[in-house]
């Protein structure tokens, strides 16, 4: 599947829009329309059901140390500007960025690579933004420009070394810049952090700034003593929360995978540092799992545990899940969640202050003073087990996953073109999303075969009997072969037809998207049977 086939269906059926369209769009930033609103519930409320409400803490479930209790929360996007300074956000949550003074575009600069290219003699570090076979078509095309070489004296040419980050060149006079003819424009690498500022308070000035939050996670570690002190749960357990998070991306890009605005789902699983490495592999492969049971069980998906020297300086252990999208070049994976074992380093810097690396430990940065650079609540959030009548300081382990990712995973994953024949036999081309059901926006679609003899009203009555429980859609207009594909092109599982017969018997045919199977069941069974269908 191409990626422009998908957005191109996105937007006609109404999953995503550009946000603020009309006025020329804002860049990193995306609306979920009528079929996307559902899709992406579909998405979240799987997630909050799995991972919290369906999950039953009387059991250990296969492959955890133990049974463990699941719980929520729901805490505000703007919050004390100190959670941000404590957990480094503040200080260290940013890309470095190039500016180039000719194109007057700017480029993450890790994002930059090029190689060096030799011509009578002249050597030029030639960049791109883009990655993968793309990288090193551009990358030649630009060079032979540049030497103003024609296809005939090519063998001038020559590559010094293969495609490598701008980050390992030091002298930026010999770079051309990915979109420039000149040498030299690119600027040097600058600071740009990524919270979104803003000013508390109408009269509100620099010292009332707060921050977006980038991330949902530090609220749930704020609230670690709330949650605690006000409901009976004893570690191990996990408060989750799905919401809204931003970004100032440098370079938002990709549809909606790296956007400024986004929602993540996260869960915060405290344990007992003894057994923290037990639940860390837990939960990788239980988040795994996840998404393979929604349906993205192919090669396109893999878990890649970090090597030790791409680990975040807290991290004792991280994995990510990742999945192949279609706009990545072969071979490449995207993340879709990472699950990290953070150790006590998010609730000792709320506790202490800013931790910063000290030999194989942490500890609290100072300023030139000799004070904590980033001042800690100095509130107690030790757990103290009255059975063990031992106090510590709880491991946190952490799926961190992305909303909006995994719906755009779930949208790739379920694109597919088939051949199906017509009314009157013919092969026919045939897009449908193959979505499984539980994330499909409409659950059912009910038909009259015809406009007339009664159809209309039974189906109607079939609709009203399904629609307290799903999200079904009825639709009378145009050919019904028509009406299928309708249905199938926005991965509706299941269509049911009232026709001549029902009017003699009281069966209808409920068709399957996927395999296009048809059967009759009575009309009035037709809610347990979608239920069934839509659970099996
Ligand atoms: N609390 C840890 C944390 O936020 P992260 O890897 O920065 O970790 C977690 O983000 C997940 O959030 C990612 O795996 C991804 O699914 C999603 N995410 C992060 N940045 C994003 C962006 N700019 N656009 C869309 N999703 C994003």
């Not at 100072?366 to 491991?395: A, C, F």
């Not at 009825?474 to 072969?481: I, L």
Request: charged fraction near 30%.
């Amino acid at each position: 599947m191409e990626m422009d086939q998908l957005v191109a269906l996105c937007k006609r059926r109404g999953f995503l829009f550009q946000s603020s369209e009309i006025y020329g769009g804002l860049q990193g930033f995306w609306d979920y329309g009528p079929m996307g609103v559902e899709l992406k519930r579909n998405v979240r409320e799987a997630w909050w059901r799995d991972m919290v409400t369906a999950h039953d803490e009387s059991q250990v479930p296969p492959g955890a140390p133990s049974a463990y209790e699941m719980t929520g929360l729901d805490c505000t996007i703007i919050m004390h500007p100190q959670v941000w300074k404590c957990s480094g956000h503040y200080d260290m949550f940013h890309d470095f960025m190039v500016d180039c003074r000719d194109s007057k575009r700017r480029y993450r600069y890790d994002q930059v690579q090029g190689r060096w290219a030799e011509c009578d003699s002249r050597r030029v570090f030639v960049a791109t933004a883009v990655t993968g076979q793309e990288a090193l078509e551009e990358t030649q095309n630009k060079a032979m420009k540049f030497f103003n070489l024609r296809a005939k004296n090519a063998d001038r040419l020559t590559w010094n070394g293969p495609l490598v980050s701008l980050t390992t060149i030091e002298d930026f006079a010999e770079v051309l810049g990915p979109d420039t003819k000149q040498l030299g424009t690119l600027t040097q690498p600058r600071e740009f952090n990524l919270m979104f500022k803003t000013i508390v308070g109408a009269l509100g000035g620099e010292d009332d700034a707060a921050f977006l939050r980038p991330e949902t996670a530090q609220g749930i570690f704020v609230n670690f003593k709330n949650v605690v002190d006000s409901t009976r749960v004893k570690i191990p357990f996990g408060i989750a929360q799905i919401g809204k998070s931003f970004r100032n991306e440098i370079t938002p890009r990709n549809f909606t995978f790296r956007s400024r605005e986004f929602e993540q789902m996260e869960i915060e699983f405290f344990c007992h540092p003894g057994t923290s490495a037990e639940w860390y592999r837990y939960w990788r492969d239980r988040r795994y799992q996840w998404y393979v049971d929604l349906g993205l069980a192919g090669d396109r998906l893999r878990l890649r545990d970090h090597d030790p020297d791409e680990l975040s300086h807290y991290s004792c252990g991280t994995a990510d899940i990742e999945y192949a999208f279609p706009f990545l070049a072969d071979g490449e994976f995207g993340e879709l969640e990472g699950v990290a074992h953070r150790g006590d380093f998010d609730l000792r810097s709320h506790m202490e202050g800013k931790l910063v690396r000290q030999g194989d430990g942490f500890a609290v940065e100072q300023n030139e003073h000799g004070q904590p650079k980033h001042r800690g609540s100095g509130k107690d959030l030790t757990y103290y087990d009255d059975l063990t009548k031992e106090r510590y300081l709880p491991h946190v382990i952490e799926p961190s996953a992305g909303a909006d990712r995994a719906t755009l995973a779930f949208l790739c994953e379920a694109y597919t073109e088939d051949e199906v024949p017509d009314e009157k036999g013919r092969p026919t081309g045939r897009v449908f999303l193959r979505l499984h059901p539980r994330l499909a926006p409409i659950k059912a679609a009910v038909f009259p075969l015809v406009r007339k003899d009664g159809m209309p009203e039974v189906a109607r009555e079939i609709y009203r009997a399904l629609k307290p429980h799903f999200n079904v859609f009825y639709d009378e207009k145009g050919a019904v072969g028509r009406r299928y594909r309708r249905q199938d092109e926005i991965g509706t599982p299941f269509c049911i037809t009232v026709d001549g017969q029902t009017m003699q018997d009281g069966t209808v045919t409920i068709r399957d998207r996927d395999t296009l199977e048809q059967w009759r069941v009575k009309k009035e069974d037709c809610p347990d049977e979608i239920r069934r269908r839509l659970t099996a």
